[in-house]
T-cell receptor, first 113, second 110 residues
Framework: NAGVTQTPKFQVLKTGQSMTLQCAQD?????MSWYRQDPGMGLRLIHY???????DQGEVPNGYNVSRSTTEDFPLRLLSAAPSQTSVYFCASSPDGRSSPLHFGNGTRLTVT | EDQVTQSPEALRLQEGESSSLNCSYT??????LFWYRQDPGKGPEFLFTLYSAGEEKEKERLKATLTKKESFLHITAPKPEDSATYLCAVQTSGNTPLVFGKGTRLSVIA
């Protein structure tokens, strides 16, 4: 059972480039979410989805897009990378996003130069 | 606004020296409080869920407790392998997503 799989593990981008961070889960979870983690800031929610075809914004959505075409996948797109988006990104899922704990991937470390 | 505050930010213990981490919260209605452990370079790993004041959960050297305003993570006779960042998060009774604290970085020295 793989759980939540994130790719790539590391990425370096130049300012203005675009890319997609991949997230896949094999637990048939309805709820999926993206967080960024920065020193001293804790985990901040970027976008989340309560099921296929449904997405919503979190605390820090600007500069990021998401879509949820299947239950398994929830990619995060950076439209035009900026140095402020240098961070560690975590994808997480849970059965319902309410009373069930989140299962996290091991993160993507992104550096924007 | 829902808020979660963890203290201390960092804690250094000698092996065997018991202590507690604090998570205080101000939310409109608590559905559940979660504790996670995060090792360097890894994603957070679920430890406990607490649902109501007075509830306690235990796992090896860890015990989590909950009151109406805060939760404690008690660490009894810690070992170096307990070194990690411990995160607290609350789920409110509304439709808002989980709110995380900033974590406590625990170091246990042999």
């Amino acid at each position: 059972n793989a759980g939540v799989t994130q790719t790539p593990k590391f990425q370096v981008l130049k300012t203005g480039q675009s890319m997609t961070l991949q997230c896949a889960q094999d637990m048939n979870h309805e709820y999926m979410s993206w967080y960024r983690q920065d020193p001293g800031m804790g985990l901040r929610l970027i976008h989340y989805s309560v099921g296929a075809g449904i997405t919503d914004q979190g605390e820090v959505p600007n500069g990021y897009n998401v879509s949820r075409s299947t239950t398994e996948d929830f990619p995060l797109r950076l439209l035009s990378a900026a140095p402020s988006q240098t961070s560690v990104y975590f994808c997480a899922s849970s059965p319902d996003g309410r009373s069930s704990p989140l299962h996290f991937g091991n993160g993507t470390r992104l550096t924007v130069t | 606004e829902d808020q979660v505050t963890q203290s201390p930010e960092a804690l250094r213990l000698q092996e065997g020296e018991s202590s507690s981490l604090n998570c205080s919260y101000t939310v409109s209605g608590l559905r559940g409080l979660f504790w996670y452990r995060q090792d360097p370079g890894k994603g957070p790993e679920f430890l406990f869920t607490l649902y109501s004041a007075g509830e306690e959960k235990e796992k090896e050297r860890l015990k989590a407790t909950l009151t109406k305003k805060e939760s404690f993570l008690h660490i009894t006779a810690p070992k170096p392998e307990d070194s990690a960042t411990y995160l607290c998060a609350v789920q409110t009774s509304g439709n808002t997503p989980l709110v995380f604290g900033k974590g406590t970085r625990l170091s246990v020295i042999a």
